[in-house]
């Protein structure tokens, strides 16, 4: 049982689940000031079919993935190389600009949600839908999120799951921490450290995405000769050959292999390899020098944006 892949889908479901919990709390705590607690029931049910769609989601992506690799089509393995590569550049995506946009919006969570709750509560005939529809979206977002990063590391089976399952449980006692028992916890130092935890595994999201699309051109070079040439490095006298990602920057197989504990939990943490390419040590530090920048730059109240930064100086 490797209980290493539970880490990366807990770290990732805590991170999200916290984000989500903040704003259903946020709407709790405007609902009772507002005198209008009977509307808590329409955001436990905004909660809840959030956290549904977002398990169907899952459900229908991983079906998919099972069927083109269950296909016998000559194909099918490089569709199913090409779709986990996919998921893997949308994961990088939105979970970089999430990790980012959060960094830089997170001061002005508690009034933008208010005022979304104060919209909904002007509309009396549709106050209800309005809070849970609010809150359905943040969840869906959350978890949609969460979704696309355990799909692109392919981690089906009980064990993520499990991981996910203890995320949400954690997340949703800080949330009681917080709202109903009045604990003090610094929500932005726990963002911090779990963004530089996150832009690890994002970084890792990388290497391993770079993999994928490797797999699928080599194995459509060998499919196809006409597809040959796609392979513009191939390393002849090498045992293991890159066809796209040039030539092998270290081979520690035999030292720390990556089907083994240690390698076993830094590959499913952060996307440890045993062995890495040029193109993908490249992008791995290009990542965390551009990403991985502006984000500690966000930290620390710096501006990057110019129309932002002209409006700011008026």
């Known amino acids: ?11 990732i479901t805590l991170r999200e689940g916290v984000e989500a919990a903040l704003v259903v709390g946020i709407v709790l705590a405007c609902l009772k000031k507002s005198g209008q607690s009977y509307l808590n029931s329409w955001v436990f049910g905004g909660v809840a ?19 083109l690799s269950a296909s016998n089509q000559p194909f099918a393995p490089i569709m199913e190389a ?30 933008e949600v208010e005022g979304a709750v104060s919209a909904a509560l002007t509309q009396n005939s549709h106050a209800g839908w309005g809070v849970f529809s609010l809150v359905f979206i943040a969840v869906l977002r959350e978890g949609f999120e969460t979704v696309l990063f355990v799909v692109a590391k392919f981690q089906q089976g009980i064990i993520p799951a499990l991981g996910a399952l203890a995320g ?73 050959r890159s066809c796209i990602l040039g030539p ?15 390698g076993l939990l830094l590959n499913a943490l952060f996307g440890y390899t045993d062995k890495l390419y040029v193109v993908q040590a490249l992008s791995y530090l290009v990542f965390l020098g551009t990403v991985g920048g502006i984000y500690f730059q966000s930290l620390a109240g710096r501006v990057f944006f110019p129309f932002k930064k002209t409006q700011a100086t008026k």
């Not at 769609?53 to 993935?65: E, N, P, Q, R, Y």
């Not at 970084?203 to 699928?216: I, K, N, Q």
């Open 1 to 11: 049982m490797n209980l290493g892949e539970a880490l990366p889908t807990f770290v």
């Open 49 to 67: 079919v959030g956290l549904i769609a977002s398990a169907l989601i899952g459900v229908l992506f991983g079906w998919t993935i099972q069927i």
């Open 82 to 111: 090409l779709l986990e590569a996919t998921f893997g550049v949308l994961a990088i995506a939105m979970l970089s600009w999430m990790l980012i946009w959060m960094t830089k919006q997170a001061r002005f969570m508690k009034a």
């Open 168 to 240: 949400i449980l954690s997340a949703t006692g800080i949330g009681v921490l917080l709202f109903k028992w009045g604990v003090k916890i610094n929500i932005r130092l726990f963002f911090k450290y779990m963004g530089i935890l996150l832009l690890f595994i994002v970084a890792g999201l990388v290497v391993s995405t770079l993999g994928l699309f490797d797999t699928a051109v080599n194995t459509l070079s060998q499919a196809n000769r006409e597809s040959a040439a796609l392979c513009f490095y191939y390393e002849r006298f090498a045992k293991v």
């Open 248 to 262: 092998m920057v270290w081979n520690t197989s035999k030292v720390l292999p990556q089907e083994q504990f240690p």
